[in-house]
Nanobody, 127 residues
Framework: QVQLVESGGGLVQPGSSLRLTCLAS???????????VSWFRHAPGKQREAVSW????????YYANSVKGRFTISRDNFKNTVTLHMNNMKTEDPAAYYC?????????????????WGQGTQVTVSS
């Protein structure tokens, strides 16, 4: 069973950068290379939203409009990690951030398309 562990959350000031890392383990014979990967966030009182998602087929990356140009998703198929680089953090970015993966070629911003989720890491932005 695939397990995901996020790390890197914390308190930052507006305009700062933060890097979240998701380490995947428990693969039987394959690696994260054959999985679509994503980062979601969930803030209190708001709906969970997909922040960034990437396909396994071509590695294309997609972003929510709210983070486009500021966040970058990347993966290391050898280390089985998915990273979210967050720059120019804003006061609307605080949330619990979750990585999610699912076996399959095509990427998706829909939470229902992901079976494996991490426990989340908290991000706070405050001056």
């Amino acid at each position: 069973q695939v397990q995901l562990v996020e790390s890197g959350g914390g308190l930052v000031q507006p305009g700062s950068s933060l890097r979240l890392t998701c380490l995947a383990s428990g693969f039987s014979i394959d690696t994260i290379e054959t999985y679509r990967v994503s980062w979601f966030r969930h803030a209190p009182g708001k709906q969970r939203e997909a922040v960034s998602w990437s396909s396994a087929s071509d590695g294309n990356q997609y972003y929510a409009n709210s983070v486009k140009g500021r966040f970058t998703i990347s993966r290391d198929n050898f280390k089985n990690t998915v990273t979210l680089h967050m720059n120019n953090m804003k006061t609307e970015d605080p949330a619990a951030y979750y990585c999610a993966i699912n076996h399959g070629i095509f990427c998706s911003p829909s939470a229902s398309d992901y079976k494996s989720w991490g426990q989340g890491t908290q991000v706070t932005v405050s001056s």
